[in-house]
Nanobody, 129 residues
Framework: QLQLVESGGGLVQPGGSLRLSCTAH?????????IGWFRQAPGKEREGVSC???????TYKNSVKGRFTISRDKAGNAVYLQMNRLQPEDTGVYYC??????????????????????WGQGTQVTVST
């Protein structure tokens, strides 16, 4: 069974950068799966941040466009979220998740978290002085 693991979170000052990684346990590779990044701030609903399809189509939440970049490594072992010019409102627990094939398209993706069914445990990102 696919299991996802996030890493790379931490404390960073406003304007700083972090790179989050999403990898799979037990030899699974991710290159044929649509992977999304989501975040949840205290007291708020989980929201979609970005996603990437198997053919490298991407979608971003409007507030992160131009600051965040989602990518895959060539071996298909990881999906990354490069986050630049971080702001306090980017604070939250960041999760990666896999979209089941029934909702997947190779050439597009969506960040509706209700459709994703395999989740990692999350990594904390805190943007603060």
């Amino acid at each position: 069974q696919l299991q996802l693991v996030e890493s790379g979170g931490g404390l960073v000052q406003p304007g700083g950068s972090l790179r989050l990684s999403c990898t799979a346990h037990a030899g699974f590779i991710l290159d044929e799966k649509t992977i999304g990044w989501f975040r949840q701030a205290p007291g708020k609903e989980r929201e979609g941040v970005s996603c990437i399809s198997s053919m490298l189509s991407t979608t971003y939440k409007n507030s992160v466009k131009g600051r965040f970049t989602i990518s895959r490594d060539k071996a298909g072992n990881a999906v990354y979220l490069q986050m630049n010019r971080l702001q306090p409102e980017d604070t939250g627990v960041y999760y990666c998740a896999s979209l089941p094939s029934v909702y997947s398209s190779r050439y597009s993706c969506n960040i509706n978290h209700h459709q994703y069914n395999t989740w990692g445990q999350g990594t904390q990102v805190t943007v603060s002085t």
